[in-house]
Nanobody
């Protein structure tokens, strides 16, 4: 059974940084696409960043220049380095993975990790 587990969320002051991690278990091959989504309180889920095999990372305009997505070298692991955090970044952050090279992977999902940015 494929499982995605996020970690690294928490409470941080505006201007601070957090690094989210997502590890996949239950599968032996490397997903072609992995990404991070977020769902702010009372709002819909949105794509934050994604990365595909052999391609450039893709970012939402709201996080460009502040967030960096990267993949681990030996496993289905993806990271999201979040700098210069703002209160509007407060959300539950979800990891997702996909078989295809696509900007919005969604074949598998994690349960989410809460990020709260205080002003």
């Amino acid at each position: 059974q494929v499982q995605l587990v996020e970690s690294g969320g928490g409470l941080v002051q505006a201007g601070g940084s957090l690094r989210l991690s997502c590890t996949v278990s239950g599968i032996i091959f490397r997903f072609n696409a992995m990404g991070w989504y977020r769902q702010p309180p009372g709002k819909q889920r949105e794509l934050v960043a994604s990365i595909v095999s052999g391609g450039d990372p893709n970012y939402a305009d709201s996080v460009k220049g502040r967030f960096t997505i990267s993949r681990g070298s030996t496993a289905n692991t993806v990271y999201l380095q979040m700098n210069s955090l703002k209160p509007e970044d407060t959300a539950v952050y979800f990891c997702a993975a996909g078989y295809r090279n696509e900007r919005s992977p969604g074949d598998y999902w994690g349960k989410g990790t809460l990020v709260t940015v205080s002003s």
